[in-house]
Structures are given as C-alpha cells and as structure tokens.
C-alpha cells in the first residue's frame, strides 16, 4: 500500500472509533441542551481533529480542505491537498441510521491520487490509489458489468432541504425510476460512490455535493473500471456539484437521461445565488 495511503487509512480508522463511540452515546448525548445539530458537530469536530492530527503528523507541510474547517489556512499554497469529510451522512448517524462513513482524499496538484472511505458500522475499508486500481478489504473490486439501464439498481441523494431544486429534481428521479430496476437513497453519498465501484450499485447520481462528499469516491470508481462527470458526462464534478458514476454503458445511458436537465439545474443554482445576493 501507498505510504501516503496508509496514513489515510490510519486517519480514517482513528475518527471510526470516535464516531462509534457517539453512536453509543446517541441517547445520552441527543437529549442535552445543546440540541442534536450541536452533539453532531461534537463528533464531526472530534473525528475531524484526529483525522488532520494524524495527517499533519506524518505530512506536517500538506494542506487541508475539510468540511468542518479545521486547519483551514495552514500551508494554502502546498501541492498537496487532503480532501475531507469525516462524517459522511451525519443525519442517518443522528438518528441511529446506520449508513454513514468516513471519506479521506489526497489531492496532488487538483488531481485526486488516494483515497479512502471507511465504514466504521460494517468495519468495511474502500481504498484506492491512481493507477493501482481499487480495493474493499483488500479485495480487488470492480463496477458491475449491466448493460441496460432497465436492469439497473441506481443510487441517489436528495438535494438540498430548502427546496431549490426540487422541482427538476422530482422530474429527474421520475425518469430514471421509468427506466431502471429501482432506486435507492440511503444519505451518504461518498458510500454512494464507494458501492458503484464495489459493483453493489450500477450507478450514481446526485447533484449539489461538495468537492469532500465526492473526492475518494470518484477515485474509487476510476481505479474500479468505472467513469464519473458531471451531468453532461463531463470531467467537472469534483467543483460542480453534479455527478454522475457508473460503469461505462451505463454512464453513457444515465448521462443520455439526465443530461437534458443540465439546463434547468444551471438556472436553478443561478436563481439561488441571486436570492443570497437579495
């Protein structure tokens, strides 16, 4: 395994233990004053602390880019960029859900070289490092082989709670529930990416991630034979928001459905940003 691979995964299981250990805690803790938005950043803050502390350990000089923001300023013109969520689907691990997951990328340069997602419920390890293909326990894992969209199991996420997008979105999820096996949305999108590249799904769609929920998992499911872009089937996903990830047929089949709905999102997003600006 890649040293720099190693590092991550040490990270990642470090914040495993600290998220399951709240998840032991979720009744005495959801109850306390603080409400449960402030238990949750508890457990991210903590799982993200010893994430950036284990990094900065071995590669005290990398940058860092996580959800929470920790050591956001520290070295911002290095190459090298570690790509963090460390608590993937903290709504699910509220509420005892358990479909949530760790996600540890390195970026070198803007390109995405490791990463690592890690299920701390199932104890279940995804990592891949470019060029030397993708693993599940250190298994060697592959996207499904399906060839027709209708005989598809597609995943998804349900885009943002104040409803920007719901109308296209609704639109979207009808046609592609016309024309797969089913859908599924179980809330952590970078599980999501990591289940496209292990084969359990055949594809994945989501729009108005961000670069954390999307970066190991993109990786996983190129070094797993798999493509991912953006709704358009272009290489814009890791900014975007957008993403589509599949293997190749598919791809090219989700892209022909959603692709006509590029548009209106784009002009969804605009409508958003204008309304902040009001």
Not at 32 to 45: L, M, T
Not at 74 to 90: C, H, M, R, S, Y
Not at 126 to 131: H, I, Q, V
Not at 132 to 150: E, P, Y
Request: with cysteine; net charge negative; hydrophobic share 45%.
């Amino acid at each position: 395994m890649h040293p720099m691979l190693t590092t991550a995964v040490k990270a990642a299981r470090r914040a495993g233990t600290i998220i399951n250990r709240g998840a032991r805690d979720l009744d005495l803790l959801t109850v306390s004053a603080k409400g449960p938005k402030d238990f949750v950043s508890e457990v991210d803050h903590a799982a993200e602390a010893a994430i950036v502390e284990t990094l900065h350990a071995t590669y005290p000089d990398h940058a860092i880019l996580a959800e929470e923001g920790t050591a956001r300023d520290k070295n911002a013109q290095a190459e090298f960029v570690w790509i963090i969520d460390p608590l993937d689907g903290t709504t699910n691990f509220l509420h005892g859900f358990p479909q949530y997951c760790v996600s540890i990328a390195l970026a070198h340069r803007g390109v995405v070289t490791q990463g690592v997602i890690y299920d701390p419920v199932r104890n279940d390890l995804f990592t891949a490092s470019r060029g030397r293909g993708a693993f599940l326990n250190d298994r060697r894992i592959r996207v499904s082989k399906r060839q027709h969209l209708r005989e598809c199991l597609i995943g998804t996420g349900f885009p943002f709670r104040d409803g920007s997008y719901l109308e296209t979105y609704l639109a979207m999820m009808r046609r592609m529930i016309q024309n797969t096996a089913g859908i599924r949305r179980p809330g952590a999108a970078a599980l999501d990416l990591a289940y496209v590249a292990a084969g359990f799904y055949d594809g994945f769609w989501e729009v108005g991630l961000n670069p954390w929920d999307v970066a190991a998992g993109s990786l996983l499911v190129l070094e797993a034979g798999g493509l991912v872009g953006n709704l358009t089937g272009d290489g814009d996903y890791l900014w975007s928001g957008q993403v589509i990830a599949a293997n190749p047929k598919i791809f090219a089949q989700i892209v022909k459905e959603l692709g006509p709905f590029h548009g209106d999102l784009s002009r969804d997003l605009a409508a958003k940003a204008q309304e902040a600006k009001e």
